[in-house]
């Protein structure tokens, strides 16, 4: 994938406000903090196309960023909890609604804190994507932070931790040292030669 022309396209904040899309997209969706933005960043090759933020919560919004005949989707994070029912029940909203909608969505990424147990919203997303038949991916962020030992006994808790563990790519990743990315552009590149 060429990431010269990659550019931050719109941000909506309800689901009604995103229009059609005329291209494939490739999703990424996780618990605020996990690292989306950083991955966003590393994998696009910028240094802040994709806000990080150090307080968790911040993108609130669904944001595209437009690539090489695709769009890269950054869902908003969900289970930050200091923020009003009313405000959840709009995340949940444009998550459902995009995810539910009739686009070209290729693929999901689904981003897992590598260092934990997934979080009961983590589950519930992974238990939607099964469900609903939506190809995706897991990719477990901040490895960087784990030493050999923490992530063999990660990855063997996971298998039990993450429902049909054993039929899930899982990709280990780091924005700090850049492990995994070239990965993951192999598979947007897999998926976008089959389109
Ligand atoms: N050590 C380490 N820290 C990371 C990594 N990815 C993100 N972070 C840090 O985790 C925090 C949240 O990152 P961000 O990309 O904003 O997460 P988001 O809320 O999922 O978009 C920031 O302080 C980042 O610097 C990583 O791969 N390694
Ligand atoms: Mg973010």
């Known amino acids: 994938m060429n990431t010269n022309n990659a550019e ?18 490739f999703a990424f969706s996780g618990h605020s903090n996990v690292g989306k933005s950083s991955l966003i960043n ?42 009003s029912q009313n405000e959840k029940k709009r995340w949940a909203e444009l998550i459902e609604g995009y995810l539910h909608d009739d686009r070209d969505l290729a693929l999901v990424f689904q981003l897992i804190d590598f260092r ?3 979080t009961a919203d983590d ?14 991916v897991i990719v477990l962020t ?17 298998r039990t931790e993450i429902p049909c ?8 990743f780091s924005a700090e040292t850049g492990e995994g990315v070239e990965e993951l552009r192999g598979i947007i590149d897999d998926v976008t030669r089959e389109e």
């Open 8 to 25: 931050f396209t719109a941000s909506y904040g309800l689901f009604k406000q995103i229009p059609r899309s005329d291209r494939p997209e």
């Open 42 to 83: 590393k994998l696009l090759n910028r240094k802040a196309l994709a806000r990080v933020s150090a307080t968790p919560g911040k993108t609130s919004t669904i944001n595209f960023f437009s690539v090489d005949g695709f769009y890269i989707v950054d869902l908003p994070g969900y289970g930050y909890a200091k923020v």
């Open 116 to 118: 934990h147990k997934p």
């Open 123 to 136: 589950i519930m997303m992974i238990d939607f994507l099964i469900d609903s038949g939506i190809p995706f």
């Open 142 to 158: 901040k490895a960087d932070k784990l030493k050999k030992k923490e992530r063999e006994a990660r990855r063997e808790a996971f």
């Open 165 to 172: 563990a054993d039929d899930i790519t899982m990709i280990e």
